[in-house]
């Protein structure tokens, strides 16, 4: 089993919930619940954002891991990137009157910042539509 497959296991035992109870509130079927948790599929981005909508389960986690010593040291940086570019966003925001919750916006920023990091690619339509729930209120 893979790290995020273990992490993904881990928030089930925790909630407490059988496979199909926990597939359901995923919004996915118990057998694609099945592969994710054993590893034998990459867990997608929907996936993720509904961890984040029904459980508060931070997607970088889900990705990454807890990491004790903060991470490497550009790890730290893009967490620190990131924060800033939401912070800025807020900013601009409550400029124009717009109002959004802080932590669902740095979630987002920190969310697409590490998932850029991790494929090393620009984000799918799929992956947006994950930022935008994120960042919603």
């Known amino acids: 089993m893979d790290e995020m497959a273990g992490r993904l296991e ?3 035992k925790e909630e407490g919930l059988s496979q199909e109870a926990f ?8 057998g694609a619940y099945q592969h994710y948790s054993k590893g034998g599929r990459e867990i997608p981005s929907s996936v993720l954002d509904s961890l984040l909508r029904e459980f508060e389960v931070d997607p970088y986690w889900m990705l990454r891991g807890d990491d004790e010593k903060g991470g490497t040291k550009i790890e730290r940086q893009l967490v620190a990137n990131a924060t800033t570019v939401a912070l800025t966003l807020r900013d601009s925001y409550e400029q124009l009157g717009i109002t959004r919750d802080l932590e669902k916006m740095i979630a987002a920023t920190q ?9 090393r690619k620009p984000l799918s339509e799929g992956d947006l539509k994950v930022v935008q729930n994120l960042a919603e209120t």
Do not use: N, Y
Request: one cysteine or more.
């Open 23 to 30: 597939a359901t509130r995923l919004g996915i079927s118990r």
């Open 111 to 119: 969310f697409s910042c590490f998932h850029l990091f991790e494929k």
């Open 10 to 12: 881990a928030v089930r």
